[in-house]
């Protein structure tokens, strides 16, 4: 609730700071992008991604997929820090007081600015231990190469690292859907590494659906 103090204080309500009209700023004549704080912001092509993905099959074969985890977890680290430092200034309160609804309206937010595609959570399963990530109209899906599994290790390997250290306990993350299959979202399963070892090969056979129900009648 917003009290009349922090108005006189303030002089603002706080808003949307992921706003692309002003979270964005470029200058067409240097090529330069910068976020509203001045940090300079990085525009992949596809081309890019598409070629990641064809060097690292080439380079690594198989263990692309764990080259592509691990990146994440890096990128995820950063990403945390970024992201607590920018939502923490703007709201004046530190991430862990910033109330649920508005740290999800912020990460939906920051994901559709980053050009990531749309994020939301799924809670279905919190009391079992487990979180469900969803995202939609991802390039790293979209892009990647035809498998008979979920291929966003990239991605996986993020949330894995942004929310253990959301949360303050490490945690492993499991693609189980992915729009390179003709899944209507990618479903990303938050968990304790331990508790996920069965869904790494879960996902070669079962869908998403199919896995939570063999991981709830399994009491895993």
């Known amino acids: 609730m917003i009290s009349v103090a922090d108005l006189l204080t303030n002089n603002?309500?706080?808003?949307?700071?992921?706003?692309?009209?002003?979270?964005?700023?470029?200058?067409?004549?240097?090529?330069?992008?910068?976020?509203?704080?001045?940090?300079?912001?990085?525009?992949v092509p596809e081309t890019l991604i598409q070629a990641i993905y064809s060097g690292?099959?080439?380079?690594t074969g198989q263990a692309a997929r764990l080259v592509l985890f691990n990146c994440g977890k890096w990128w995820g680290k950063s990403f945390y820090t970024r992201f607590?430092?920018?939502?923490?200034?703007?709201?004046?309160t530190p991430l862990a007081n910033v109330a649920m609804i508005e740290f999800l309206q912020a990460l939906q937010a920051c994901w559709?600015?980053?050009?990531?595609?749309?994020?939301?959570?799924?809670?279905?399963?919190?009391?079992?231990?487990?979180?469900?990530?969803?995202?939609?109209?991802?390039?790293?899906?979209?892009?990647?190469?035809?498998?008979?599994?979920?291929?966003?290790?990239?991605?996986?390997?993020?949330?894995?690292?942004?929310f253990s250290r959301l949360t303050g306990r490490e945690l492993h993350c499991v693609q189980t859907s992915c729009?390179?299959?003709?899944?209507?979202?990618?479903?990303?399963?938050?968990?304790?590494?331990?508790?996920?070892e069965p869904v790494e090969t879960m996902v070669t056979h079962l869908d998403h659906d199919a896995i939570m129900q063999q991981m709830c009648q399994s009491g895993l």
């Open 112 to 162: 559709i600015a980053h050009g990531w595609g749309q994020i939301d959570l799924d809670q279905t399963y919190q009391q079992r231990g487990f979180l469900i990530v969803k995202t939609w109209n991802s390039a790293f899906a979209r892009l990647a190469p035809s498998q008979n599994q979920p291929v966003c290790y990239l991605e996986a390997g993020a949330l894995a690292s942004f």
């Open 179 to 196: 729009e390179s299959m003709g899944a209507d979202c990618n479903r990303f399963l938050l968990g304790l590494p331990q508790r996920l």
């Open 84 to 92: 607590c430092e920018q939502i923490s200034g703007y709201y004046g």
């Open 12 to 43: 603002r309500i706080p808003g949307n700071f992921y706003a692309p009209d002003v979270y964005v700023r470029g200058d067409l004549e240097v090529g330069l992008l910068e976020n509203r704080q001045g940090d300079r912001l990085l525009a």
């Open 56 to 59: 690292l099959d080439k380079e």
